[in-house]
């Protein structure tokens, strides 16, 4: 990184993916058996040489505290840098006051206590492989104190209850508006993800109030962007995945699943991750596996067939898994035959029988069931 920057990853903005984030975040959501939705625009920083991080937690934060403990695999320089967990202690008793805003404000070393030139903030709930340092030559370029990061789509059901922006001819926002599945011709989606001058966004946190107390910076880069400033736009050309529901969850992990190795060309980019000291795969002699992928720690004597199986999953001889995406620590006994199924933590199916859900609705099955 050619440029000093601290990064937020926020997570007071995360979307939820419904009965799977009943009990956790979507930011240590498991994602593709082995990785966690934040891992990826971590990486993203790792690769783009980004050393001060710090994650703003709206709620559980301790979560994500125990997922991302060893900040040495995400940092290039664990010395020189660091990745802190941050929250709002008084937002967790007024709820209406825990923004990201007053998270930093509460928390305002991040800000004094690095020289950082600029500060990106980021998602977690679009996951994409960019280079931020090209996103911060851009940023110059414009000579705006402001940039947001879009990317240019027709595909209205993916980005359903995502923004829209409106881009005037020389490239600053002119309109932030809501995507519908109506949209059917191209549109710029917001990616949520923001490029500040330091300075600029210092004044931004801490004169917030005199706009509204319970501003978010999205709300406060919408008010700045229609009375105050022009909000340059940058242009992300490579794909983007958007998981804000469960269904969409479901849908793009079993289309990864299907072209792996070229999941949005991180073969020149590396994708960082908490590991476990786990045993490798035991595939017993009886066992048939076909497009799938499986993490450490799992025992398979039965079948698995176009499935994401987490950590530690036993399938016995007799049993059959298709279109499935197990969380880890799963059983599944001779007999049971399941189909469509996102199946959460600690899960046993004890009893033959067939479950099946549909490609467009998978059957959600919840944390520690016995079915």
Do not use: W
Request: negative net charge; hydrophobic residues 35%.
């Amino acid at each position: 990184m050619l440029h000093k920057v601290l990064a937020l990853i926020d997570l007071h903005n995360s979307s939820n993916l419904g009965l799977l984030t009943e009990n956790r975040i979507e930011a240590v959501t498991t994602f593709l058996g082995r990785y966690t939705f934040i891992d990826f625009m971590l990486s993203n920083c790792t690769n783009s040489e980004i050393d001060n991080i710090a994650v703003l937690c709206k709620e559980k934060s301790r979560s994500v505290a125990k997922h991302i403990s060893r900040d040495s695999i995400y940092l290039k320089n664990s010395k020189t840098g660091f990745l802190k967990v941050l929250n709002s202690e008084n937002g967790i008793s007024n709820p209406l006051f825990n923004t990201d805003v007053n998270n930093i404000k509460e928390n305002d070393y991040i800000l004094y206590d690095n020289d950082s030139e600029f500060v990106i903030v980021a998602p977690v709930h679009f996951i994409l492989n960019v280079d931020f340092n090209e996103i911060i030559e851009k940023h110059i370029e414009s000579n705006c104190l402001c940039s947001v990061v879009y990317k240019v789509s027709d595909d209205s059901e993916m980005f359903s209850n995502c923004e829209k922006l409106t881009i005037d001819a020389i490239g600053n926002v002119q309109k932030f508006e809501q995507i519908t599945r109506e949209d059917k011709t191209k549109f710029n989606v917001n990616l949520g993800i923001y490029v500040f001058n330091r300075d600029f966004f210092n004044r931004l946190i801490q004169e917030g109030y005199k706009i509204s107390e319970i501003y978010t910076i999205d709300d406060l880069v919408k008010y700045h962007a229609k009375y105050k400033i022009n909000v340059n736009t940058i242009e992300f050309k490579k794909d983007v995945y958007c998981f804000n529901s469960l269904d969409k969850y479901f849908k793009y992990s079993m289309e990864i699943l299907d072209n792996p190795t070229g999941f949005l060309n991180y073969d020149d980019a590396l994708i960082y991750t908490t590991t476990h000291n786990s045993r490798p795969v035991l595939y017993g002699s009886k066992s048939y596996v076909r497009s799938s992928l499986i993490a450490n720690g799992s025992t398979i004597n039965g079948t698995v067939k176009h499935s994401i199986l987490a950590r530690d999953i036993t399938i016995e001889e007799g049993a059959s898994v298709e279109n499935c995406i197990l969380f880890s620590h799963t059983v599944v006994k001779s007999g049971v035959h399941l189909k469509n199924v996102v199946c959460n933590k600690r899960v046993v199916f004890k009893n033959p029988q067939s479950l099946e859900g549909s490609l467009e609705t998978p059957l959600y099955i919840k944390e520690g069931s016995i079915i």
